[in-house]
C-alpha cells in the first residue's frame, strides 16, 4: 500500500509554533516513527505553503497511490480549488487536523474539503495521522 501524507501552510513550523495547540513535535520527527508502526505501508510525505503546490501533488500521486492523508492548514477553510481536485481523484483522501478545530476560532469549524473526502480526523494531535493511516488500511 502506498500512502501520501500531505501537509499544508505553517505545518513546516510543528514543534516551534503554539505549542500549546500543536506540540512540542516536528512532523519529521514523528514521521520515522509512523512509518516504523507499519513497514508493510509505504509513506511518503509532502510539505508546503502554497495551495497550488498541493493541488500538484495531488495529483500527481492521486491516480496511483492507494490512500492521500491531507492536513490542508488554513486552506482548509477556504480552498474550493483544493476540493475540486479531491472529488477529481479515485484514491481515498483523509481530512487530518492536529487539533479539535470546533474548540477553536469559529472560522476554524467549515472545511471547505470535507464534503469531498472520505473522512475527517482531528484533535488527536500527531496520532490524527496514524489514526487515518488505519482508516485507509481499513
Not at 495529483?59 to 490542508?72: M, R, S
Request: net charge negative; hydrophobic share 40%; glycine share 8%.
Amino acid at each position: 500500500m502506498k500512502i501520501q501524507i500531505i501537509n499544508g501552510p505553517n505545518l513546516n513550523l510543528l514543534g516551534v509554533r503554539e505549542p500549546g495547540i500543536y506540540g512540542n513535535n516536528s512532523f519529521e520527527s514523528y514521521l520515522p516513527q509512523l512509518r516504523a508502526h507499519y513497514p508493510q505501508v509505504d509513506i511518503e510525505y509532502f510539505q508546503s505553503n502554497c495551495e497550488g503546490a498541493l493541488i500538484d501533488k495531488m495529483q500527481e500521486v492521486g491516480f496511483t497511490y492507494d490512500g492521500i492523508i491531507l492536513n490542508a492548514g488554513a486552506y482548509t477553510h477556504t480552498s474550493v480549488a483544493l476540493h475540486d481536485c479531491i472529488r477529481a481523484l479515485p484514491c481515498h483522501v483523509i481530512e487530518v487536523h492536529i487539533s479539535n478545530v470546533h474548540q477553536r476560532e469559529e472560522f476554524r469549524h467549515h472545511s471547505m474539503i470535507s464534503s469531498a473526502c472520505q473522512g475527517v480526523i482531528c484533535g488527536f494531535g500527531l496520532d490524527s495521522y496514524r489514526l487515518a493511516v488505519e482508516a485507509l488500511l481499513h
